[in-house]
């Protein structure tokens, strides 16, 4: 046991820059800070101006917890300095060009993945790439759901028996097979490069090709609420998860039990 406790669990997490991934991502960083981790947050410049004050002020309490920046390609794609976060397109070619910069910053970051040596990689959904890493390395990959389980488990079954597609109008509805409840869509309701297969197609194809390869995945969501639909994701997908929120309400208790 001795042995065993002087071995500090050491997790990498790699947030996707947009508010709604990165904000609870950072704060499931923190959590896990908080319980005796050692956490290291990547990210690029300007995206970690956004919480470093938070950062820091959980380091200056004693918990172990950094960020490591890697540099954004921001004037080879021709944007202007500090655009590095989906928030900040303001037109499509705008958000082509930040979302080409993401995609840059693959090589870099196995790079870091292999200096920093953690024993787990914690990556949003929206890096399938991460699962080849993590191989490489040997480590368990989990991604990071920013929505819920609900949501899903109504895309993973609308993919798998793509009831839509037997509809002859728009405004006619489907029942989404295998859900613990009867939920009603309509085709416009289905994401449009799940109805009309698109560039966007394979990006997304690839994301949930990872899930069922990744170690585990982490919910921002508590069981009272999605009880339900977190067993059928497990039984769904066959691979662990962890529901774990509200993570800002828990990392912003501020020492409260």
């Known amino acids: 046991m001795e042995a065993q406790s002087q071995h500090q669990l050491n997790v990498n997490f790699l947030p996707y820059p947009t508010p709604g991934h990165m904000i609870p991502m950072v704060d499931t960083a923190r959590l896990f ?3 005796g981790v050692s956490v290291t947050i990547i990210t690029t410049p300007a995206n970690a101006l956004t919480f470093q004050m ?12 950094r960020t490591q920046v890697v540099p954004f390609p921001a004037a080879q794609l021709g ?37 920093l040596q953690p024993d787990c990689i914690v990556t949003d959904f929206c890096y399938p790439w991460t699962v080849e890493s993590a191989a490489k390395l040997g480590i368990p990959r989990i991604f990071f759901y920013s929505s819920s389980y609900f949501s899903n488990c109504v895309s ?45 197609t394979s990006y997304f194809d690839a994301m949930f090709e990872s899930e069922s390869r990744s170690y585990g995945a982490l919910y921002n969501s508590f ?3 999605e009880s339900e639909y977190e067993q059928l994701h497990k039984s769904t997908l066959g691979i662990k998860c962890w529901t774990i929120g509200p993570v800002s309400a828990w990392v912003n208790k501020d020492g409260e039990e």
């Open 54 to 65: 938070a950062i820091d002020s959980d380091f200056n309490c004693g918990y172990h917890i």
């Open 223 to 225: 069981h009272e609420l």
């Open 79 to 115: 944007l202007p300095d500090g655009v590095e976060n989906i928030k900040d397109s303001t037109t499509p070619e705008i958000l082509g060009k930040i979302s080409h910069g993401i995609s840059m910053l693959k090589d870099q970051i196995e790079l870091l993945f292999q200096d």
């Open 156 to 200: 993973n079954s609308i993919r798998k028996h793509r009831p839509h597609e037997s509809l002859s109008f728009d405004t006619h509805k489907f029942t989404v097979p295998g859900l613990p409840q009867k939920i009603e869509m309509i085709p416009p309701q289905v994401a449009e490069w799940e109805r009309t297969r698109n560039e966007t």
């Open 33 to 35: 800070a908080k319980h």
